[in-house]
């Protein structure tokens, strides 16, 4: 099982980042892909989730009306879609794979879930 992030970086607050987590090794319409989030001396939160096969989204509030979650069948790839950032969301930025039909459930339980990938910086200057 694989699970590879990219697309993190450096960016001026305003400015957008697009993620993206490729995905191997598992059934992809089977789980729900989320990405969370950890900045240092902080816990790691969900950030936002979707669950293929069941069809359903999750934001956490601090990012809703400004990130975008979004997944590619056929590439077994989901993509997170950033704008309007803020200094706040500076972290490292993991995706995670967790075996449910529903995408908040998976970003509520963030440790429950069956597989990571190792993570990108996503840093925001003011």
Same mark, same amino acid.
């Given at each position: 099982?694989?699970?590879?992030?990219?697309?993190?970086?450096?960016?001026?607050?305003?400015?957008?980042?697009?993620? %993206?987590?490729? !995905?191997?090794?598992?059934?992809?319409?089977?789980?729900?892909?989320?990405?969370?989030? +950890?900045?240092?001396?902080?816990?790691?939160?969900?950030?936002?989730?979707?669950?293929?096969?069941?069809?359903?989204?999750?934001?956490?509030? %601090?990012?809703?009306?400004?990130? !975008?979650?979004? %997944? *590619?069948?056929?590439?077994?790839?989901?993509?997170? +879609?950033?704008?309007?950032?803020?200094?706040?969301? !500076?972290?490292?930025?993991?995706?995670?794979?967790?075996?449910?039909?529903?995408? *908040?459930?998976?970003?509520? *339980?963030?440790?429950?879930? *069956?597989?990571?990938?190792?993570? !990108?910086?996503?840093?925001?200057?003011?």
């Amino acid at each position: 099982v694989q699970l590879v992030e990219s697309g993190g970086g450096l960016v001026q607050a305003g400015g957008s980042l697009r993620l %993206s987590c490729a !995905t191997s090794g598992f059934t992809f319409d089977d789980y729900a892909i989320g990405w969370f989030r +950890q900045a240092p001396g902080k816990e790691r939160e969900g950030v936002s989730c979707i669950s293929v096969g069941g069809g359903t989204t999750h934001y956490a509030d %601090s990012v809703k009306g400004r990130f !975008t979650i979004s %997944s *590619d069948n056929a590439k077994n790839t989901v993509h997170l +879609q950033m704008n309007s950032l803020k200094p706040e969301d !500076t972290a490292i930025y993991y995706c995670a794979a967790g075996r449910s039909r529903f995408a *908040d459930y998976i970003c509520a *339980d963030v440790w429950g879930n *069956d597989y990571w990938g190792q993570g !990108t910086q996503v840093t925001v200057s003011s």
